[in-house]
């Protein structure tokens, strides 16, 4: 920067700013590539896990009217959203805490159950935000890798459990990878973990499991006092562009959580948006199938071809390619598809419109088979 830009934004002063020593340490998020394609190919963006379909009339009828009074504040306390969706999920509107997207609500449990120093456990890789949320709540981020399948290894997350782990997370199905932890083998971890440590099962793809061994959120939340179950409007339901998620929790960590929340953060678009589509849920629901009938379309062909992925029970599929992810990555977008690279480990493609998952097809099958 020149002397004058420098002096006309202020920099030379605010360099001397103290701020905290953690974001130095800190990833910036990187968000999903923007859809760009070559010319005369059509682009899809496929990086970052969203629903291909628009927001139904009904829901955008609601948002529209909504619209008219964004001169108020939004229902601080979400009154209406939250009886609605405590019906929908047959859980007492108690247990329920509403925040801007589940990454907010995730932000607010380790900021109500994290002292500076506590540790924040959970497998990697996961999702994105996890590492970035334990940190900036001054908490310390313990990673334990997934077994050669791309799971969970219980055992090992069990192991890394010290006296200073104050909030376990289990995510299922696993984002990037796409399995889902089972129900008996989180039972079992469970019995074991101490009941004070907070385990946060993120269900953020829920919708989409088919999995008749998955681990089922809500039933394990109604038998331990321990347990939140995390959930969001952003994938099966189409509203990531609203930010709206929410946990299921036990009366006093529902209580911690409204404590820790912004204040009027869910907007009002985003309270009416989310009751339009828990009331035009049978709508919604044909789209999943369609999304869950085009992955297994997606990973049969996958299959056909020779690929040996990790089963996946979300709305995406992941390809572990190791040093060759650049390459694959790539030939996707040179395709006209953007992808979600992680590094020298794998490639995430989400499952979109029905001619982006073809072509995936045809890509990895140019590719050739891993
Ligand atoms: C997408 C995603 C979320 C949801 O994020 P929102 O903030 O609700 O949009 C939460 N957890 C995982 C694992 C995800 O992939």
């Known amino acids: 920067m020149s002397d004058d830009a420098a002096a006309r934004?202020?920099?030379?002063?605010?360099?001397?700013?103290?701020?905290?020593?953690v974001l130095a340490q800190m990833p910036d998020y990187k968000p999903g590539k923007p859809a760009s394609a070559p010319a005369g190919v059509t682009a899809y963006k496929l990086s970052s896990n969203e629903n291909p379909f628009g927001p139904l009339p009904s829901v955008v009828a609601a948002i529209t009217d909504a619209a008219s009074t964004v001169n108020r504040y939004p229902d601080m306390a979400?009154?209406?959203?939250?009886?609605?969706?405590?019906?929908?999920?047959?859980?007492?509107?108690?247990?329920?805490?509403?925040?801007?997207?589940?990454?907010?609500?995730?932000?607010?449990?380790?900021?109500?159950?994290?002292?500076?120093?506590?540790?924040?456990?959970?497998?990697?890789?996961?999702?994105?935000?996890?590492?970035?949320?334990?940190?900036?709540?001054?908490?310390?981020?313990?990673?334990?890798g997934l077994d050669a399948d791309q799971r969970h290894r219980l055992d090992a997350m069990f192991a890394a459990v010290t006296d200073r782990t104050r909030v376990i997370l289990i995510c299922t199905p696993n984002n990037p990878t796409g399995p889902c932890v089972h129900a008996a083998e989180l039972d079992a971890f469970l019995d074991r973990v101490p009941s004070d440590v907070l385990v946060v099962v993120d269900e953020a793809y829920v919708e989409f499991v088919r999995d008749p061994e998955a681990v089922r959120g809500l039933e394990v939340w109604r038998e331990r006092p321990n347990v939140v179950v995390l959930r969001t409007f952003s994938k099966a339901y189409g509203l990531a562009g609203?930010?709206?998620?929410?946990?299921?929790?036990?009366?006093?960590?529902?209580?911690?959580?409204?404590?820790?929340?912004?204040?009027?953060?869910?907007?009002?678009?985003?309270?009416?948006?989310?009751?339009?589509?828990?009331?035009?849920?049978?709508?919604?629901?044909?789209?999943?199938?369609?999304?869950?009938?085009?992955?297994?379309?997606?990973?049969?062909?996958?299959?056909?071809?020779?690929?040996?992925?990790?089963?996946?029970?979300?709305?995406?599929?992941?390809?572990?390619?190791?040093?060759?992810?650049?390459?694959?990555a790539r030939a996707c977008e040179e395709a006209?598809?953007?992808?979600?690279?992680?590094?020298?480990?794998?490639?995430?493609?989400?499952?979109?419109?029905?001619?982006?998952?073809?072509?995936?097809?045809?890509?990895?099958?140019?590719f050739g088979a891993r």
């Open 9 to 21: 934004t202020g920099t030379s002063e605010a360099s001397r700013v103290r701020l905290r020593s």
């Open 336 to 366: 006209g598809l953007m992808v979600r690279q992680y590094g020298d480990d794998g490639v995430r493609v989400t499952i979109g419109e029905t001619e982006a998952n073809t072509r995936l097809i045809a890509v990895a099958e140019e």
């Open 78 to 144: 979400v009154t209406a959203l939250t009886q609605r969706l405590a019906r929908a999920l047959d859980v007492p509107a108690e247990c329920l805490a509403l925040g801007t997207g589940s990454v907010a609500v995730l932000s607010q449990i380790v900021s109500a159950a994290c002292d500076a120093g506590d540790e924040v456990v959970f497998a990697w890789r996961s999702f994105e935000a996890y590492p970035i949320v334990a940190q900036l709540a001054g908490a310390k981020p313990v990673m334990v």
């Open 242 to 328: 609203l930010r709206v998620g929410y946990a299921v929790a036990h009366p006093p960590v529902a209580a911690a959580l409204r404590k820790t929340a912004t204040p009027f953060g869910v907007n009002s678009l985003a309270q009416v948006a989310a009751i339009a589509s828990l009331d035009a849920f049978d709508e919604l629901n044909e789209r999943v199938e369609s999304l869950v009938a085009e992955r297994d379309r997606v990973s049969l062909a996958l299959a056909d071809q020779g690929w040996k992925l990790p089963q996946s029970d979300a709305n995406f599929v992941y390809f572990p390619l190791g040093a060759e992810s650049g390459d694959f």
